[in-house]
C-alpha cells in the first residue's frame, strides 16, 4: 500500500502540473483578439468579382502535358486577372495558363503579388522567401512554399504554394504565440495537430488511476477499529488468546479480537500503543516485538523498521492482526493507563514555524536520548491570536490559509508524541524541551491545521498538560565507534538531546559529527549552543547546510540539500564509513534520501537509527 500511496502522489503532482498548464494556457488565450491571431484583420475578405469570360475559348484540358492517372481536378478560375487551369494531382498541384496551356511557375515576384492581393494591411512587402520541405507554421503542406513577408505591428507573414500559387495562410507573431500556448495545453508536443494524441491518452488514463486509487486508499485509510461505535461491531471478530507483556516482565495473556489490528485491539483492553497516524501505517511508531514466529513483514513494516530489527521479529502493531497463542512484547509506555501531568513554563516561536516549549512535571522524569513524551490533546479552540506569533515573523504567515479559530471537538480527544531535546541528568527542578513545528493547512485546500502542534504551540505558560512516558527506541548505541548525526527541521530534538549527553554528561571523547539542515539563516535552531560545543570539545563537529540561501550573501557555510552536503564533504571520501554509527532524524523526504544515499555507500541498516515523528 505504501507504493500506492507514493505512485498516487507523484502520479497526482504531475497531472496536477498539467491541469494548471490547460488553466493558464486557456486562461491567456482567451484574452488574445482571435481576428488578430488568425490573420483576417490583414487578409482580404473576398474577391474583386471578376469572373471568367464564357464566350472566349480555351486551350483544350485535354492537351495539357499531365498523366491522367494522377489527376484528381482539373479547374477553370481566375488567377491575378487571367484565365487558368488549376490541377490538383493528390500531393501535388499545378497551374497552367488557359490561353496557351503553358505551366506557371510561381517564382519570388509572383508570390510576392498573390500575396499583395490578399493582404489589407498598413504594411509593405519587405523579403520572400522559399522552403522546399514547407514550413512549421503551414504543417499541413509538405510541399514547396513561398512565405512573403510584410513589415508592419503583427510582422504578417503570408504563405503561398510554391507548385500552384494557393494562398495558404496568414501568420503572423500573435499566431505564433498562440501556437505555443495550443501545443501546451493540447500536449501536441510532436506538432501534429491533433487534440486525440498519445500524451492526452495517458494523462487521461492516468486521472482515472488517480480517482480508482485514492478510492482505494480512502477505503484503506478506514478500519474495523474505526466503527467500534457501531452496535455489535465489538463482537464481531473471533477472539483469540495472546500473549501480552513489556520487555523484561510476564505476558499476560489477553482475550483480542482477530479482526482488528493489535494497534486496535490491544486499545480494546486499555493498552494503548503510541501513534501519530491512528493506526494508518504512516508514522512508525506502535512497534511490537513477536517472541516466535514473527508473520511476514509488510512494506509499511519495512518503511519504518531496520532488516536487523525486521529479522528479530519486531513489527507494526497497526499491520498485524492477533493470531492464537501470539507472544508479544511492547513499550513500557503502552500500559501506562494513569497519564501524568506538567506545567509549561515558557513558549516560545525559534522560527516562523517552530516553537519551543518548556514544560516541568510533577514528578521527575527518568528518560535517555532519544526519548519522547506522548501528550494528550484535549478538546480545545485556538486562534491566530492565542499563537503570539511575533510581528517579525508575520510576512510569513501572512501567506498561509489560517482560519480565523479552529480546534477540536469533545469526543475526538487523541494523542500525539514529541522527543525530549534536553540531555538527561537536568538540574532540578526539572524542565524538558520540546521542538513543536506548527502545521498549517496545504495551501488551497480546506484543511484544518495539525492538531497536535496547534494545542502545544498555543499552550501558555502556567498552563497544565497531560502526557505519557517517556518511551522510545531511537537510542544512542553504547560503543567507542563515530557517531554522525544528521538531522533537519524539528528532527533537532533528539539530536540536540544525544549530542549534549556525549559531550557534556558523558564526558564522550570519540569523534561526533553533526550536520544539520535548514532553509535560511533564522532557521537554524539553537546555533549558539552548537558553536559553543565545537569550540569546547575539539572532538565535535557541527556543520549546516541551507537549502534556499542562494541570495544570503553573507552566508559562507555549506548550500544545498543536507545528505548531499555530507556526502560530497564527508561520506564520499570517509574510509571507515562502514565503521561509523548513523543518526537520523528530520523530515521524511530528508529521511528516506540519506537512507538512500547510506545504503548506497554500503552502510548496513544496523549501523542506522533513525526517527521522524517528532516533524
Same mark, same amino acid.
Given at each position: 500500500m505504501i507504493f500506492f500511496r507514493k505512485l498516487h502522489k507523484w502520479l497526482t503532482l504531475i497531472i496536477g502540473i498539467q491541469l494548471i498548464i490547460w488553466l493558464l494556457t486557456g486562461t491567456i488565450i482567451s484574452f488574445i483578439d482571435q481576428d488578430k491571431v488568425s490573420g483576417n484583420v490583414t487578409r482580404v475578405a473576398s474577391s474583386d468579382g471578376s469572373s471568367l469570360s464564357i464566350s472566349e475559348s480555351y486551350f483544350p484540358v485535354s492537351r495539357l502535358p499531365l498523366r491522367e492517372s494522377s489527376i484528381r481536378t482539373v479547374t477553370l478560375e481566375l488567377f491575378l486577372g487571367h484565365p487558368v487551369y488549376r490541377v490538383d494531382q493528390g500531393d501535388t498541384g499545378a497551374l497552367f495558363d488557359a490561353r496557351s496551356g503553358k505551366r506557371l511557375t510561381i517564382n519570388s515576384a509572383l508570390a510576392e503579388e498573390i500575396a499583395t492581393k490578399s493582404y489589407r494591411g498598413n504594411g509593405h512587402v519587405s523579403s520572400s522567401e522559399r522552403f522546399d520541405s514547407g514550413s512549421n507554421e503551414v504543417r499541413a503542406v509538405k510541399a514547396p512554399v513561398w512565405r512573403v513577408n510584410f513589415?508592419?505591428?503583427?510582422?504578417?507573414?503570408?504563405?503561398?504554394?510554391?507548385?500552384?500559387?494557393?494562398l495558404l495562410a496568414h501568420r503572423n507573431n500573435r499566431w505564433k504565440v498562440v501556437d505555443f500556448l495550443l501545443m501546451l495545453h493540447f500536449m501536441d508536443y510532436v506538432r501534429a495537430d491533433s487534440f486525440n494524441n498519445l500524451q492526452i491518452i495517458i494523462v487521461g488514463f492516468g486521472t482515472f488511476w488517480i480517482a480508482l486509487s485514492g478510492l482505494l486508499l480512502v477505503f484503506y485509510s478506514f478500519s474495523r477499529s474505526n466503527f467500534l461505535w457501531l452496535p455489535g461491531m465489538k463482537s464481531r471478530g473471533r477472539m483469540v488468546n495472546s500473549t501480552v507483556g513489556a520487555e523484561g516482565q510476564l505476558g499476560q495473556v489477553l482475550k483480542l479480537d482477530s479482526l482488528l489490528s493489535y494497534y486496535a485491539s490491544l486499545s480494546q483492553c486499555d493498552i494503548k500503543l503510541s501513534s501519530n497516524c491512528d493506526g494508518s501505517g504512516s508514522c512508525g511508531l506502535?512497534?511490537?516485538?513477536y517472541e516466535r514466529n514473527a508473520p511476514a513483514h509488510t512494506a509499511a513494516d519495512r518503511e519504518w523498521i531496520g532488516v536487523e530489527e525486521l529479522a528479530n521479529g519486531l513489527r507494526l502493531g497497526c499491520q498485524h492482526k492477533p493470531r492464537s497463542n501470539d507472544a508479544v512484547t511492547v513499550p513500557d509506555i503502552a500500559f501506562q493507563q494513569s497519564v501524568l501531568w506538567a506545567e509549561v513554563v515558557s513558549s516560545r516561536w525559534l522560527t516562523p514555524l517552530l516553537k519551543e516549549i518548556r514544560i516541568r512535571p510533577d +514528578? #521527575?522524569?527518568?528518560? +535517555? #536520548?532519544?526519548?519522547y513524551l506522548e501528550f494528550q490533546i484535549p478538546q480545545y479552540q485556538m486562534s491566530l491570536t492565542r499563537l503570539a506569533v511575533p510581528e517579525s515573523f508575520a510576512e510569513v504567515w501572512d501567506k498561509l490559509s489560517i482560519p480565523d479559530s479552529w480546534g477540536q471537538t469533545k469526543g475526538s480527544e487523541t494523542s500525539r508524541t514529541y522527543s525530549i531535546a534536553v540531555a538527561p541528568n537536568q538540574s532540578e527542578p526539572q524542565e524538558l524541551a520540546f521542538n513543536v513545528r506548527f502545521a498549517p493547512p496545504p495551501a488551497g485546500t480546506q484543511f484544518l491545521p495539525?492538531?497536535?502542534s496547534s494545542f502545544l504551540c498555543g499552550s501558555q505558560e502556567g498552563e497544565r498538560l497531560a502526557f505519557r512516558?517517556?518511551?522510545?527506541?531511537?537510542?544512542?548505541v553504547d560503543s567507542d565507534r563515530e557517531k554522525i548525526l544528521i538531522g533537519g527541521g524539528a528532527g533537532m530534538a533528539p539530536l540536540k538531546s544525544m549530542v549534549v549527553h556525549l559531550l557534556r554528561n558523558r564526558g564522550w571523547q570519540g569523534k561526533v559529527r553533526f550536520w544539520y539542515g535548514a532553509r535560511n539563516q533564522p532557521e537554524i535552531l539553537y546555533r549558539e549552543t552548537f558553536e559553543t560545543l565545537a569550540k569546547e570539545h575539539e572532538n565535535f563537529e557541527w556543520q549546516v547546510a541551507l537549502s534556499e540561501a542562494t541570495d544570503d550573501l553573507q552566508w559562507q557555510g555549506?548550500?544545498?540539500?543536507?545528505?548531499?552536503?555530507?556526502f560530497e564533504e564527508v561520506l564520499k571520501d570517509h574510509s571507515m564509513i562502514k565503521e561509523c554509527e548513523f543518526y537520523v532524524c528530520g523530515p521524511p523526504s530528508m529521511l528516506a534520501a540519506t537512507r538512500r544515499m547510506l545504503r548506497d555507500l554500503g552502510v548496513s541498516d544496523a549501523s542506522v537509527r533513525f526517527d521522524d515523528f517528532g516533524n
Open positions: 513589415k508592419d505591428s503583427l510582422a504578417t507573414r503570408v504563405y503561398v504554394a510554391a507548385e500552384d500559387g494557393q506502535c512497534k511490537v516485538r +514528578v #521527575s522524569l527518568q528518560f +535517555v #536520548s532519544g526519548d495539525g492538531v497536535g512516558g517517556p518511551a522510545g527506541d531511537f537510542r544512542l555549506h548550500r544545498g540539500l543536507i545528505h548531499r552536503a555530507i
